[in-house]
Structure formats: structure tokens, C-alpha cells
Nanobody, 122 residues
Framework: QLQVVESGGGLVQPGGSLRLSCEAS????????IGWFRQAPGKEREWVSC????????RYADSVKGRFTVSRDRFKHTGDLSMNSLKPEDAGVYFC???????????????WGQGTQVVVSS
């Protein structure tokens, strides 16, 4: 079964940091761009960031620019999202997705994970 799996979510205080990871099962994540999305309760799933398959190009939503860093590790075959200076509005379920291109549109990603919960609260 072809799927991606996220990990690393949890509870963090405002101003804190978390690192999310994404790995693939049944295929090589190295051949795909990785997108990160998040969904807060009652809201649409929104694009957060993405990185190209080569790792040479990254993009960020304005709301996270300067605080989040997307990366990939070809030795571990994983994708990572480092989140710093977290705010309550960053809370939600974070999804990793694999696609051909680093794009904002959900429709352009082929494989999705089940998500990992991020709670930002004091």
C-alpha cells in the first residue's frame, strides 16, 4: 500500500518548537516533492509549505514564513517541517503529502498521510 506517515505532533506552549517528520511506505519519497498542509477545526485544509524533490527549492505560506523550515533527508528518506515560535493559530492537524511538484494546490498531490495533531496551548 502506497502511503505517507507523519510523526512528531504534540502539545507545545506558545513560543515553543516542534519538528514533524514524514516518511513513505511502498514508494520512495526521494522522487517526490513534499507538501505540508494543516487543518484547524472547522476550517479548510490549508497549504503551509513544500519542498521540491531535489530539495533545492522551498516555499512557505506567509503565515509561517520565517518561523517554519521545510527540509528533507535523503539518507533517511524523510521530509521534515521544523516549526518555531509557535502560535495558538498554528494548531491543527498537519498533513504530509507527496506529489510531482511543489505547489499550493491540494489536488496536485498524489499521496497523503493521516495527519499528526499539533496543539499550541499554555
Amino acid at each position: 500500500q502506497l502511503q505517507v506517515v507523519e510523526s512528531g505532533g504534540g502539545l507545545v506552549q506558545p513560543g515553543g518548537s516542534l519538528r514533524l517528520s514524514c516518511e513513505a511506505s511502498g514508494f520512495s519519497l526521494d522522487n517526490y516533492a513534499i507538501g505540508w498542509f494543516r487543518q484547524a477545526p472547522g476550517k479548510e485544509r490549508e497549504w503551509v509549505s513544500c519542498i521540491t524533490s531535489s530539495g533545492g527549492h522551498t516555499r512557505y505560506a506567509d503565515s509561517v514564513k520565517g518561523r517554519f523550515t521545510v527540509s528533507r533527508d535523503r539518507f533517511k528518506h524523510t521530509g521534515d517541517l521544523s516549526m518555531n515560535s509557535l502560535k495558538p493559530e498554528d494548531a491543527g492537524v498537519y498533513f504530509c503529502a507527496a506529489g510531482v511538484y511543489c505547489l499550493e494546490s491540494r489536488d496536485r498531490y498524489d499521496y497523503w498521510g493521516q495527519g499528526t495533531q499539533v496543539v499550541v496551548s499554555s
